[in-house]
């Protein structure tokens, strides 16, 4: 059985029947097999039409824009740092030029739960937008890897013929031709993948250097090309229906308000084909609606399905089906947007998009998360420093009748340049003497020093003394950390 989501049925009253044209039509036929498989499981291969239109038009501008950056992305520096890294093997991620480390996890888990949240209202109030417009996956799929199918192999009819002729020289040669390009393309985009994710610098070290010095790089780069290839050319529309599980959460996101691509059922059923000898008057009297039954909705769809039983899993918002149908009704001298961007109450009520309780809620939740992680944001330190006491030091009575201890301070900075760092008693008089040279940390790296702190009898409080003491950089207070400092339980 399907997983399909759907809208509820159109009104199942008797129709009209006595024009042959027209047909009855088994609302729930859908639902009892996949579009990409047979009745015995084997998969059926899809050959949508070459999709053209407004929304066509729109989408590929879109995805221009989105091709662009995604493969200058990994160059683009802000200061000095890259837009998008996420180098998790060194735990080191920078995003819009702002470097994060495994101290900023806070930072971290809550973009990540305000990004899935974002999700959520945006599904709930525009449906599967992301997939149609902006998903790598359906970008890559039908902007680049679809549009040199279509060059090479041709419209759908050619590719179905092109499948069934035996293997002729011709055939051997665009199908190679076809599939070198796709190997090509993929390698390309394992390669920017993985310079998101090991950065530029050391992606041309790789390049460029003997393979057998990075044989670890190398099979990565073969595995994410290997796999870029097997989506785009074998996989395809299964990615989004069997693996994504995107299109499973529809069923709690979307409501009778939701944006969708959908079919108004009222004004195209009962569908039926053309008779140029009947006029639309007689048409409409006789039960029939706009819908001719010219299955162009069907034939232009990246996923199979028939847009005409509702809304389903498999639908990812491409819009192809609205751009076939409005022109058929150009054609034929019906008004467009008998598949459109609707609701299902726009549909079925005549109703505006509404804001609803759930989309409030949820709205709110993303406003607190997004004030939460900008504050925690904003309030981030450039330099994170850690202040321990050395194991299994005792605390010692200098010459000058102070008493001391002795500490390891851990210092990263997140920053792209050197930081100088002084350390400052906050709470007790006393001094910090660093061990060593003057503290600097280098941009994006870990320093670690020894340090000894020395107090007066009087400012002992007892056996431990609480001690605050300041991070600074010039005059500017990087970070305050706090650790105890022990001493004689009866010496003052």
Known sequence: MSSKQTQPAPPTEPRVVHESA???????????????????????????KKPAGRYHRARVAVAIGLLALMFVGPFIRINGNPLLLLNIVERKFSILGQVFWPQDAIIAALALL???TGIVVFTAAFGRLWCGWTCPQTVLMEMVFRKIEYWIEGDAPEQKALARAPWTAGKVFKKGAKHLIFFGLSFLIGNTLLAYI????????IVTDNPLNHLTGL?????????????????????????????????????????????????????????????WADRQAAGGGDCIDCKQCVAVCPTGIDIRNGTQMECVHCTACIDACDDIMTKIGRPKGLIRYASLDGIEKGERLRITP????Y??????LGLIWGTLLITRSDVEATLLRAQGALFQKMPNGRYSNLYTLKLVNKTSREVPVQL??????????VMGSELKVPPQKLAESSLLIELDPQALRGGTTPLVVGVYSGDKRLETVKTVFVGPRDDR
């Open 219 to 279: 099979t990565f780069m073969l595995l994410f090309t290997l796999v870029f290839y097997l989506i785009f050319a074998r996989f395809r529309e299964q990615a989004c229906t069997f693996i994504c599980p995107y299109g499973r959460f529809q069923s709690t996101l979307l409501d009778e308000n939701t944006i969708v691509v959908a079919y108004d059922y009222k004004r195209g059923e009962k569908r039926g084909r053309l008779d140029r000898k009947l006029s």
């Open 114 to 116: 305000l990004f899935l």
């Open 198 to 205: 090991i950065g530029t610098e050391q992606l041309f070290q």
């Open 358 to 361: 759930r989309l409030v809620g």
């Open 22 to 48: 027209m047909q009855d039509v088994n609302w729930q036929d859908f639902r009892d097999h996949l579009a990409t498989a047979d009745q015995e499981g084997r998969r059926i291969w899809i050959y949508p």
């Open 424 to 433: 400052r008693l906050e709470n007790v008089q006393g001094t910090v003497t």
């Open 363 to 368: 709205t709110a939740l993303l406003l607190v």
